[in-house]
């Protein structure tokens, strides 16, 4: 089955230090891979999004993931947070264009100032 | 910039009642979605529309859900009877033709169920 995991729940970072988001995938083959950010209160906003290519993708908000095809991961990193960075991020994945999106449980961050 | 919205923001309802829940997707858009997320738990999908026709539902779309496009904007969730467990966060999503991996996300209805 289809899968999408973040093992971390919960995660506080320094404001100003970098932070890395983890997200494994159990596809077929290699699916679309999105990453989205919910801040309280907020809908599901695309960061960045990953489909054939170079695999270090940039996205909005000074965000980057890499999609690593051998460890099946697409993590998400920002090298300086700050402290509106604070919010619920989710990794998710598609098969096909137009399919349904499998998402992870979600990671949330905090930002210490 | 064109943006998925969701009304209304949160409904409160009682269990057995229907519910309608109505998302105007981005104009240009083809593809349509329903997820929703219960509380502390995974956004789920529930169901994808194309063309006027379901085009995938998942196993909890069931014969209490129904998906319509009444005009040519809106998009509705109807849940003919509702029940304690469909409390949850409804997000509708739309994508277009040309680039349809990419869903974009309303900010989300809050249904509880009483």
């Known amino acids: 089955a289809q899968s999408v995991t973040q093992p971390d729940i919960h995660i506080t970072v320094s404001e100003g230090a970098s932070l890395e988001l983890r997200c494994n995938y159990s596809?077929?083959?290699?699916?679309?891979l999105f990453w989205y950010v919910q801040s309280p209160g907020q809908g599901l906003q695309l960061l960045l999004k990953?489909?054939?290519?170079?695999?270090l993708v940039q996205g909005i908000k000074g965000f980057e993931a890499e999609f690593k095809r051998s460890q099946s991961s697409f993590n998400l990193r920002k090298p300086s947070v700050h402290w509106s960075d604070a919010a619920e991020y989710f990794c998710?994945?598609?098969?096909?264009?137009?399919?349904?999106?499998?998402f992870g449980g979600g990671t949330r961050v905090l930002v210490k100032p | 910039e064109p943006e998925v919205t969701q009304t209304p923001s949160h409904q409160v309802t009682q269990m057995g009642q229907e519910v309608i829940l109505r998302c105007v997707p981005i104009?240009?858009?083809?593809?349509f979605y329903w997820y929703r997320q219960i509380l502390g738990q995974k956004v789920e999908f529930l169901v994808s529309?194309?063309?006027?026709?379901?085009?995938?539902k998942s196993e909890i779309f069931d014969d209490q859900f129904s998906v319509e496009r009444p005009d040519g904007s809106n998009f509705t969730l109807k849940i003919r009877s509702t029940k304690l467990e469909d409390s949850a966060m409804y997000f509708c999503?739309?994508?277009?033709?040309?680039?349809?991996?990419?869903?974009?996300f309303g900010p989300g209805t809050r249904l509880l169920v009483l």
């Open positions: 998710a994945a598609g098969k096909a264009a137009g399919n349904k999106l499998t």
């Open positions: 529309f194309y063309n006027n026709e379901i085009s995938e």
């Open positions: 596809y077929g083959a290699t699916p679309y």
């Open positions: 104009s240009n858009h083809l593809y």
């Open positions: 999503a739309s994508s277009e033709a040309a680039n349809q991996e990419t869903q974009y």
């Open positions: 990953y489909f054939s290519g170079d695999t």
